[in-house]
């Protein structure tokens, strides 16, 4: 059994608010791992959760909304098992005290293939995210709602104290602005003049959807590539984000 919160977090974790639809769901020894890539290639990412009570397989998930539909109208409790046919595994059956669904899942080979990062895990700037800070940057970001873009630099502060700038609608010269700094990073061999552009859509969505997550890292490296980790316990998400070409 699975509480229906924490089946609606993760697959938001993945969904990032309608940015991927169709994944497959991988169970093994009670671990569900789900991998996937945005359509732009932008991004790519994995969810897992421990202790999700399905027997091993990998299912087609072709219709995250339509999911997120049935799921709304649940509460409490979940029981989920399948249904076969011929030995086939052609429906998820979600069921509380209540309701029962059936939700079709898709053939597997119809499923566009993840894709997955290659590098060294080393980065030039790194720093921690708590939940006050990611809750921070989705407020940041939705103050200017009309721009796509936000600026990663380093930043000395009053005191002295290096910090993590990011500028929201920082590549247009005259508009409107917001920037966040994040405190207590590190760097390695960072340039004094490096900046870095990413979709600040993206970057809100994904911390939007982790906002439950109270332990967070961000690592950025000088070839643009950040990685987004979040650690909330049973559930682990990860993100690969390439930078933006101006």
Request: charged residues 20%.
């Given at each position: 059994m699975?509480?229906?919160?924490d089946?609606?977090?993760i697959?938001?974790k993945?969904?990032?608010?309608?940015?991927n639809?169709?994944?497959?769901?991988?169970i093994?020894?009670?671990?569900?791992?789900?991998?996937?890539?945005a359509?732009?290639?932008?991004?790519?990412g994995?969810?897992?959760?421990?202790g999700?009570e399905l027997?091993d397989?990998?299912?087609g998930?072709?219709?995250?909304?339509?999911?997120?539909?049935?799921?709304?109208?649940t509460n409490g409790y979940l029981?989920?098992e399948?249904f076969?046919?011929?030995k086939?595994?052609?429906k998820?059956i979600?069921?509380d005290?209540?309701f029962?669904?059936?939700?079709?899942?898709a053939d597997t080979?119809?499923?566009?293939?993840a894709?997955?990062?290659v590098?060294d895990g080393?980065?030039?700037?790194e720093a921690?995210l708590d939940n006050?800070?990611?809750?921070a940057i989705?407020?940041?970001k939705?103050?200017l709602a009309d721009?796509?873009?936000?600026?990663?630099?380093p930043f000395i502060n009053?005191?002295?104290?290096?910090?993590?700038?990011?500028?929201?609608?920082?590549?247009?010269?005259h508009?409107?602005?917001?920037?966040?700094y994040l405190p207590?990073?590190?760097?390695?061999?960072?340039p004094n003049?490096f900046?870095v552009?990413?979709n600040?859509?993206?970057?809100?969505?994904i911390?939007?959807c982790n906002k439950?997550v109270?332990n967070g890292?961000?690592?950025i490296n000088?070839?643009g590539?950040?990685?987004?980790y979040?650690?909330?316990?049973?559930?682990?998400?990860e993100?690969?984000l390439?930078?933006k070409e101006?």
């Amino acid at each position: 059994m699975l509480f229906r919160s924490d089946l609606v977090s993760i697959i938001s974790k993945y969904y990032l608010n309608g940015m991927n639809e169709a994944v497959k769901w991988e169970i093994q020894d009670n671990k569900l791992t789900v991998k996937f890539t945005a359509p732009d290639r932008s991004m790519i990412g994995v969810v897992t959760h421990e202790g999700f009570e399905l027997e091993d397989s990998v299912i087609g998930i072709s219709n995250t909304t339509q999911l997120n539909k049935l799921l709304a109208i649940t509460n409490g409790y979940l029981n989920l098992e399948y249904f076969k046919q011929h030995k086939l595994i052609t429906k998820l059956i979600i069921a509380d005290n209540q309701f029962t669904l059936n939700y079709a899942l898709a053939d597997t080979m119809i499923i566009p293939k993840a894709g997955e990062y290659v590098g060294d895990g080393q980065y030039n700037i790194e720093a921690t995210l708590d939940n006050e800070s990611i809750n921070a940057i989705v407020r940041a970001k939705s103050a200017l709602a009309d721009t796509d873009t936000v600026v990663f630099k380093p930043f000395i502060n009053a005191d002295s104290e290096l910090q993590l700038e990011m500028l929201f609608g920082g590549n247009i010269e005259h508009s409107n602005k917001v920037s966040f700094y994040l405190p207590d990073i590190t760097t390695n061999n960072l340039p004094n003049e490096f900046k870095v552009h990413y979709n600040s859509n993206l970057i809100k969505e994904i911390m939007y959807c982790n906002k439950d997550v109270s332990n967070g890292t961000m690592g950025i490296n000088l070839d643009g590539v950040m990685r987004l980790y979040f650690d909330n316990g049973s559930t682990k998400s990860e993100y690969y984000l390439v930078a933006k070409e101006l």
